[in-house]
């Protein structure tokens, strides 16, 4: 495939057999967008943050919608797997360990890090997905982690972009393919707030300090 390499920041901790947080910004970020918010999350971890090689109307994205809440899946399939390759080959060049990625991504980078659950499920240590949706459809039966990975998944009550019944149907798809989920509901919209960073960063010190 004719794969593209990405913009990314990388801020190494300095310690071989630490985690990195590979961070996915929303619709018109960018790879220096969640650095702030990554570092409420804890300390100890390699920092990437990586630009989407899509535009909308000048918006970066990590790959294209057909409208609002509609997803190309086809370019959902190509983006993922361009990602992928390009962080395998990332891992050797920055040195750190690419089976210790752990995902944090907001909004449509939420939705491209779900869709590397589902494609490579094994290769994500754990993700946290601020407002996601479900990136692919028809996946039910076709993908399965040995794993366990924990996965963190936080949705807005008043978000008109993300319908909750489909949230926990996503939810439910993960933990019935080994993923180990935990979700939280939120009394806000599509925005972050405080709740979700506190929620996040005490879900990361169970898990992964």
Do not use: C
């Not at 361009?82 to 089976?99: A, Y």
């Not at 996601?132 to 936080?154: A, D, Y």
């Amino acid at each position: 495939m004719d794969f593209g390499p990405m913009n990314y920041e990388y801020q190494p901790v300095g310690n071989a057999a630490a985690y990195t947080l590979l961070l996915l910004h929303g619709t018109g970020g960018d790879e220096h967008d969640l650095f702030p918010l990554a570092g409420k999350l804890g300390k100890g971890f390699n920092l990437l943050g990586l630009r989407g090689n899509v535009e909308e109307y000048g918006m970066p994205r990590f790959f294209r919608r057909l409208g609002m809440g509609v997803f190309d899946e086809a370019d959902v399939h190509f983006r993922t797997h361009e990602m992928v390759h390009f962080l395998e080959k990332l891992s050797g060049t920055e040195g750190f360990d690419i089976n210790k990625m752990i995902a944090v991504g907001y909004s449509n980078g939420a939705n491209i890090a779900g869709a590397a659950l589902i494609l490579y499920p094994e290769l994500l240590a754990g993700a946290v997905l601020f407002r996601p949706m479900q990136p692919l459809s028809g996946i039910e039966e076709s993908f399965e982690t040995q794993r366990q990975q924990p996965v963190f998944m936080s949705s807005g009550t008043q978000d008109g972009t993300v319908n909750p019944a489909a949230t926990a149907a996503y939810a439910a798809l993960l933990s019935g393919n080994g993923f180990k989920v935990d979700t939280y509901d939120i009394n806000t919209g599509h925005n972050l707030v405080q709740q979700d960073i506190t929620l996040a960063a005490a879900w990361m010190k169970t898990h992964f300090q």
